[in-house]
């Protein structure tokens, strides 16, 4: 398990990253994606996340319906990067570690083979998703 400040510095980053990311394609007026896939470079195969990006873009433009099709863990994404950094800016200033003990908890949770076994075959399913519609 990470100790807590690794853990809050990698989801500040990793927001600080994604934001970043955003922030240049909508700004640049640059469409999300596009050839980032490196296992879709390699293989031609589309990994179970491809289109995640383009799916957070069409989020952003109001097309919620687009996005799902797209791949719907763009949902989860754009819902974890909103959500987390501003949950550990929280935790910081308030000298709690209630987002550390989420993630510990959903780690214990995500051991246990009721909850991990769906869980791959929703990923699996969402990677035969997106074979069949060629991203």
Known sequence: ?????????????AGAGGFAWLGYSLLSH???????????????VPCPSCGTTRAI????????TESVLL????????????????????DLLT????????YSRAEKLLRRKY?????????LLNWIWNIFKGL
């Open 30 to 44: 640059r469409p999300l994606g596009g050839g980032v896939c490196l296992i879709k470079q390699v293989t031609g």
């Open 1 to 13: 398990m990470l100790p807590v400040r690794r853990l809050y510095t990698i989801v500040l980053l």
């Open 71 to 90: 791949n719907p863990f763009g949902l989860l994404v754009f819902s974890a990067m909103a959500l987390f950094p501003l949950w550990v800016l929280a």
């Open 115 to 123: 909850i991990a076994i769906p869980l791959a075959v929703l990923v």
């Open 57 to 64: 873009d069409a989020l952003l433009h109001g097309h919620f």
């Open 95 to 102: 000298g709690n570690n209630s987002f550390f003990y989420f």
